[in-house]
């Protein structure tokens, strides 16, 4: 059983950065597949990024290619999305998500979900 705790959100303007931690406590987070989600409203979750156990894939929605960026460090246990320029499309709650795979975009092949973190954009 692994348990995440995603981090790091919160009330911004519109252009603003910020950077969402998604922490385990298992050690074997380091060899798990990692993918963060949003789900705004009325919506439904979509994926944002993911990355593989070793760091070394990553994958992007088009939506966010070129101001988000995950990375991981394994030694912390710990998964990031920097996530910058935000925009009020970007308005959700960011859920991290891990699967003892490769890196996936599809949220159904991932095994084990945080609480979620709400970032909210405003204009």
């Known amino acids: 059983q692994v348990q995440l705790v995603e981090s790091g959100g919160g009330l911004v303007q519109a252009g603003d950065s910020l950077r969402l931690s998604c922490a385990a406590s298992q050690r074997t987070f380091s060899t798990y597949a990692v993918g963060w989600f949003r789900q705004a409203p009325g919506k439904e979750r979509d994926f944002v990024a993911s990355?593989?156990?070793?760091?070394?894939?990553?994958y992007y929605a088009d939506s966010v290619k070129g101001r988000f960026t995950i990375s991981r460090d394994n030694a912390e246990n710990t998964v990031y999305l920097q996530v910058n320029s935000l925009r009020s499309e970007d308005t959700a709650v960011y859920y991290c998500?891990?699967?003892?795979?490769?890196?996936?975009?599809?949220?159904?092949?991932?095994?084990?979900w945080g609480q979620g973190t709400q970032v909210t954009v405003s204009t």
């Open positions: 990355i593989n156990w070793l760091g070394d894939i990553t």
């Open positions: 998500a891990a699967r003892n795979g490769v890196a996936s975009k599809k949220d159904l092949q991932y095994n084990y």
